[in-house]
């Protein structure tokens, strides 16, 4: 593999870290009325995770999937001679954008669990008493606007990645 190809998706990797924690930070600052060190940090943590579980995914399919998927799939994460748009790209992409959602969602939830210091509001969620419950609308507001962070971000990559296979 030339270097050059090495070094670009060194580049992109890095840059869509950046398109995503500088918009998720934005977002998760409006919305949850966080500082925007916090805000900040909330999304490097979580972005960071994303793309390690990412990586770990995408190795051990490699190992297992045909040649042929593993030719395309080489080529989707390398952004290099993608001169046809496959229905495996399109559901790899779905899969990644789902998997990445999902590692960020739980990644939020872990993160809001482990910072908390109220432990009776803790211990409640745990006790059953339905009364105590936290409400789920609440948890679906952090979903909708982890959803919307993700949608913003992903998206924004997408759309700088195909604007340079554009321009190629």
């Known amino acids: 593999m030339p270097v050059r190809t090495i070094l670009r998706v060194i580049l992109l990797r890095i840059i869509r870290l950046l398109i995503s924690i500088t918009v998720e930070a934005w977002i998760f600052q409006k919305s949850f009325n966080i ?22 995914i995408v190795l ?10 593993r030719k395309q799939l080489i080529d989707y994460l390398l952004v290099e001679q993608l ?13 990644n954008f789902t998997f990445l959602l999902l590692i960020k969602w739980i990644g939020f939830e872990t993160l809001r669990f ?39 971000s992903y998206f924004m990559f997408l759309g700088l990645v195909f604007t340079l296979l554009i321009l190629k």
């Open 35 to 56: 500082s925007p060190k916090l805000s900040v940090q909330y999304t490097m943590a979580l972005n960071l995770l994303a793309s390690a579980c990412e990586w770990i």
């Open 60 to 69: 051990n399919a490699e190992a297992v999937l045909p040649l042929e998927a």
């Open 114 to 152: 482990l910072l908390s210091t109220d432990f009776t509001k803790i211990s409640k969620v745990f006790s059953g008493n339905s009364e105590e419950r936290i409400q789920m609308s609440e948890q679906y507001k952090d979903f909708r606007i982890i959803l919307l962070a993700h949608i913003l």
């Open 83 to 95: 001169d046809t748009t496959s229905f495996v790209i399109f559901l790899l992409t779905v899969f």
